[in-house]
C-alpha cells in the first residue's frame, strides 16, 4: 500500500506547512486586535506583539494529521494506527487549549510576574501541572506505546499497565511543562524545538516506527512554518499555547515512536533547565539585562538559574547570538543520542 511508504509523509508534512503559514499570519493580526499580546522586553522601546502564536501551530499540526488519516481511511483500508492518530491530535489540541488560556490572561494595567512588570499574567503555577494533566487523556485511553522498554544500563523493562496509567500522564505532564521553562529570546524555544523534531524525524526513519515517521514529520512542517515568523526579529510571540503543545507531541513521538530512550537524551537541555528553576523555586526569568549596545548580560550576576544564564555569563551576546548557541546546545544532545544509539547504549 502506497500511503505505508515513507513518501507518503511529504504530503501531510506540505499541507501542515501550507496551514500553519496562513493561521500564523492570521493569528499575527487578529491576536493584535484582540488584545492577546506581550511585550518583548529584548528590544529597545519594547514593543508589543501578538501572542498566542501557538494556535496556528496546533491548528497546522492537527490538519496536517487528518490529512494522512483522510488519505488512509478512503483512498485504501484503514490503518491499525488511526486511533493513536486521533489521540495524538486530541492531546495535543487539548493542550494547546489550556496554554491558550495562560495567553489569554492579559491584564489592562502592568502586573509583576517573575520579577518583572508585563500585561501578561498566565496562569498560576500550581494550575500549570494540573490542567495539562488533560493532554494525557487521549493517550492512556488508547493504551499508547508498549510497556516494554529499553532504558540504558538497565536494558528492557516491562512495566505494564503502569505505563499508560502512570508513565504516560506524567511524561506529558513533565514535557510540556518543561519545555515551557526554556525560551524568552526570540526563535530560541521554535528553534530548540524545531532541531527536537527533526532528529526524531531522522531517528523514526532509521529506527523507529512509521507512526513515529508520520508525527515527527507534520511536527516538523508545522514548526519550521512558524520559525520564520519568530527567529529575530520575531513578528509573533509563542506563547504558552505553542509550548505546551509542542512539548506533548514531541513526548507524543517518543512513546508511540518506541524513542523514549533516544528521546530522553534530545530532551536533556529541558530536563536541565526543569532542574535549574527548581532551584529557584520557579522564580526566576530566562531574560538578560539589555545593554546600550544591544548585547545581554545575565539578571543574577554568576548565578544560574537557566541556559540562558550560563550562555549570557560565557561573554555579553546579542539576542540572537543566544538562541543561536542554545540551538548548539540541542544539536550537541542529539550528536550525542545518536552516537550512543550508534554504540547501542539506548
Not at 483522510?70 to 490503518?79: C, L
Not at 491499525?80 to 491584564?107: C, E, Q, R
Not at 496509567?165 to 505532564?173: G, K, Q, R, W
Not at 524513542?259 to 526566576?284: D, N, R, S
Request: hydrophobic share 55%; net charge positive; aromatic share 14%.
Amino acid at each position: 500500500m502506497v500511503y505505508h511508504s515513507y513518501l507518503t509523509v511529504a504530503v501531510p508534512a506540505i499541507v501542515a506547512f501550507i496551514i500553519t503559514v496562513v493561521g500564523t499570519l492570521f493569528v499575527q493580526s487578529y491576536m493584535k486586535d484582540a488584545g492577546v499580546t506581550a511585550i518583548d522586553h529584548n528590544k529597545k522601546g519594547k514593543p508589543i506583539l501578538a501572542s498566542g502564536g501557538g494556535v496556528a501551530v496546533a491548528f497546522g499540526f492537527a490538519v496536517g494529521m487528518l490529512t494522512y488519516i483522510f488519505g488512509s481511511s478512503f483512498v485504501y483500508e484503514p490503518a491499525s494506527s488511526l486511533p493513536y492518530l486521533f489521540a495524538t491530535v486530541v492531546a495535543v489540541f487539548l493542550i494547546a487549549f489550556v496554554g491558550f488560556l495562560d495567553d489569554i490572561n492579559v491584564k489592562r494595567e502592568m502586573v509583576k510576574t517573575t520579577g518583572m512588570m508585563d500585561t501578561r499574567k498566565g496562569l498560576k503555577q500550581w494550575q500549570k501541572p494540573l490542567l495539562t494533566l488533560i493532554g494525557a487523556i487521549p493517550l492512556m485511553a488508547v493504551n499508547a506505546g508498549v510497556a516494554t522498554v529499553n532504558l540504558p544500563l538497565l536494558g528492557a523493562i516491562n512495566f505494564g499497565l503502569f505505563y499508560p496509567l502512570i508513565i504516560i500522564p506524567l511524561a506529558v505532564i513533565f514535557a510540556s511543562n518543561a519545555f515551557n521553562l526554556l525560551g524568552g529570546f526570540d526563535g530560541i524555544a521554535t528553534g530548540t524545538g524545531l532541531i527536537a523534531a527533526a532528529a526524531l524525524l531522522l531517528y523514526s526513519f532509521i529506527y523507529g516506527t512509521y507512526i513515529g515517521s508520520v508525527i515527527s514529520g507534520v511536527l516538523f512542517a508545522t514548526l519550521l512554518a512558524f520559525f520564520f515568523f519568530n527567529v529575530y526579529p520575531a513578528r509573533v510571540i509563542p506563547g504558552d499555547s505553542y509550548t505546551y503543545a509542542v512539548g506533548t507531541a514531541l513526548v507524543t513521538v517518543m512513546i508511540l515512536g518506541s524513542a523514549e530512550a533516544f528521546g530522553v537524551i534530545i530532551f536533556m537541555p529541558w530536563i536541565i533547565e526543569f532542574l535549574l528553576h527548581l532551584k529557584k523555586k520557579f522564580h526566576t526569568t530566562d531574560l538578560g539585562k539589555l545593554n546600550k549596545d544591544g548585547t545581554f548580560t545575565a539578571p543574577y550576576g554568576k548565578k544560574i538559574s537557566s541556559w540562558t544564564h550560563l550562555i549570557m555569563n560565557s561573554r555579553p551576546m546579542t539576542e540572537w547570538q543566544v538562541s543561536a548557541a542554545m540551538w548548539c546546545v540541542e544539536i550537541g544532545f542529539v550528536a550525542l543520542a545518536f552516537g550512543m544509539k550508534a554504540l547501542r547504549l539506548v
